[in-house]
């Protein structure tokens, strides 16, 4: 009887099920859903092809909450020979400088109607439109000297008696860092360059769009001032629309501190193709958002989400080839399922990049998952879980360096080796630190848990150092964590050269600075808190017996009917055998039963049946693949 009333949890009728945001009162209430053409147009993209996919979407995704058809960059942009990205001089403005859709690709924007007649195509399908749009004024209309509307007067822009011009607002040393001969700032500070902006917004509003992705104003190119006056404009409009930002090259959630209210979507990664090396980059920063409570925050007249870039499966173009779609995704079906449930986890926005109109079976049993939008819209708790196990399949074939670990592990006269890793601060297990004194300048931190066949692993703390010109870093309460008793080097949240995420190589001593990701606080719990990322430092072990299982990740959440989801992913290049204590488990979630030793449930992906799973859950999941169980615990 237990088991048939699990499975019964796990019928989803999806006539019934509440995938639709608009029918929400708060703005961007559950992670966005959509689709964008970049992963299968480039910029290549007309009227004809973007109103074929929006009918596709409203027959095959919009029942699954796929709500927005967003036309991505350049849609301003002739295409004729000699334009690329960063070509120069040949977009399309308006008389004062505002970009409007080519007219050879977008034939309806022809008498000044930019995207009305699309959108309301798109509306009558029961869709919403979005666009692409960059940072401030384009090189164009600097160069042309456009002058600047005033939507308050229908005329120039006029203040202190003079007219003004697009040369007097923008910044041509803060160009995108990524299309410099195309975008820069504009002066956000002077009133005619708040009134271009307001132009520009308002315009997109009179068009019937409903969805901005304003790029090249985060991460590198972070523009605060920028951010702000537009989602000011945002507010003020009858029409709303959801804003999203990007591109999001070297975004922390330190960062991200500044612009989270402002928006509904935020990039936290650079641009994610089909490759698996993009989507073993995504768990180092997705776990740090999450660690730092910034899933679903306050946005934008409602919430934020990080947001992990298009899914590029599916019928795909080439990136940079200014071609239409000619190719399946590079990503196996394996690889696939595991960038899907890691968005599902982490509840990043969903937006769909293959060309919908070839959206075969496999594809679309993907990316329409019922578990899979689910656990995105609805989990609570998301998180990374750290405290699983690997074996892989191969191990009883022991390499020689396995060989080495382990017989120096036995001269040590144990079977265990321990070391520093990062791990979401709701963790019990990483209020382990104490402080001991040792000098007037030198404390020394310990973890108390330390194994009884090891010697207490303990760092050293110090006041920071100063800047050169004397002043300490921006946290002040924080303080370095040496290796040593010698100030050499210390433990680093995050390299400090610029990097996108999947450099990040957390739990690594480098030469001490005054940097803030060398920064560290103690609770009053014994926690050690990263000032950098918002995760806390934890002592792990290797059982020497198991092999290698530095490729193995989980992650869990909280199901609205009390459910327990788990997901393990295998980033080796080898089948690993993937286990986690059922007492783990439930000690990481709030409000759970701590000392339940077994749970019912089923894995989503086989479609398995588990049944009663007592003390620990275990699984072999493929090179890549991931593992996504459904559990429910007494």
Sequence with gaps: MRIQLLSSLFLFSFSSY?????????????????????????????????????????????????????????????NVPG???????????????????????????????????????????????GIHVMRGLSRQAYDANTPILD?????????????????????????????????MSVNTKLGAGRAFLRSLYEQYAEWGVEFVKHDCVFGNDLDVDEITFVSEVLQKLSHPILYSVSPGVIPTPVMEKDITALVNMYRVTGDDWDTWGDVAAHFDVSRDFAAANKIGAKGLLGRSWPDLDMLPVGWLTDHGSGRGPHRMSNLNLDEQKTQMTLWAMARSPI????????????????????????INSFSTNNMEFPFVTGTKVSAHKTTNHSRRIRRSLKEAGTSHTQFLGFSSCNHPKVNGWS????DQDLDQICWKESMRSHEPVCLYKRKPLLTSDGQLISNQGGFHLLASDEMEFCLDASPRKKRTSKEFNSGSFSPCRSDANQMWELSNNGSLISSYSGLCVTVKSIDANAGNSGGVRSWIATGRKGEIYVAFFNLNSEKTVISATISDLTKALPGRNSKATSCYGREVWSGKDF???KDSISMEVEIHGCALFVLNCP
């Design 351 to 374: 937006m769909f990049g293959g060309d919908v109109r070839r959206l075969d079976e496999t594809t679309s049993s993907l990316i329409t998952n019922p578990f899979i939008l689910e």
């Design 83 to 129: 334009a690329y990205p960063d070509s120069l001089g040949f977009d399309v403005i308006d008389e004062w400088g505002r970009l409007i859709p080519d007219p050879d690709r977008w034939p309806s924007s022809e008498d000044g109607k930019g995207f009305t007649e699309v959108a309301q195509k798109v509306q009558s399908v029961g869709l919403k439109l």
């Design 18 to 78: 509440p995938y639709r945001v608009s029918s929400q009162p708060e703005h961007a209430s559950f992670p966005p859903r959509g689709w964008n053409s970049y992963d299968s147009f480039d910029w290549i993209l007309s009227e004809v092809d973007f109103l074929q996919s929006a009918e596709k979407i409203s027959q095959r995704l919009q029942p699954y909450g796929y709500e927005y058809a967003v036309v991505d960059y350049l849609w301003y942009r002739k």
């Design 435 to 438: 402080i001991k004194a040792l």
């Design 611 to 613: 049944g009663e799973i």
């Design 151 to 183: 939507t308050t007067t229908g005329r120039a822009y006029e203040e202190s008696g003079r007219l003004w011009r697009a040369k007097d607002i923008g910044i041509t040393e803060r160009a995108c860092g990524w299309m410099p001969h195309g975008f």
